[in-house]
């Protein structure tokens, strides 16, 4: 059952704010992810212990 009066400028109106922050986060949500996949593109496959001339340091010894 559809409402009896439907006033879309009201409408619009009233909803502007709600659509205004559901906007907002899905904006963040997109940038997180193209950040993400920034720095997961930068890392690569080099190891995190790699030195600059490409070779690896061994772990210390406990």
């Known amino acids: 059952?559809?409402?009896p009066d439907t006033?879309?400028?009201k409408q619009t109106k009233?909803?502007?704010a709600p659509l205004?922050?559901?906007g907002a986060?899905?904006?963040v949500g997109v940038l997180a992810i193209a950040a993400w996949l920034t720095w997961?593109?930068?890392e690569g496959n080099t190891?995190?212990?790699?030195t600059?001339?490409?070779g690896v340091v061994a772990p210390a010894a406990d």
Not at 47 to 50: C, D, E, G, I, S
């Open 7 to 9: 006033n879309i400028e």
């Open 40 to 42: 997961s593109a930068d």
């Open 47 to 50: 190891p995190r212990n790699a």
């Open 52 to 54: 600059p001339e490409g």
């Open 25 to 27: 986060a899905v904006l």
């Open 14 to 16: 009233n909803h502007s």
């Open 1 to 3: 059952m559809s409402a």
């Open 20 to 22: 205004l922050g559901i």
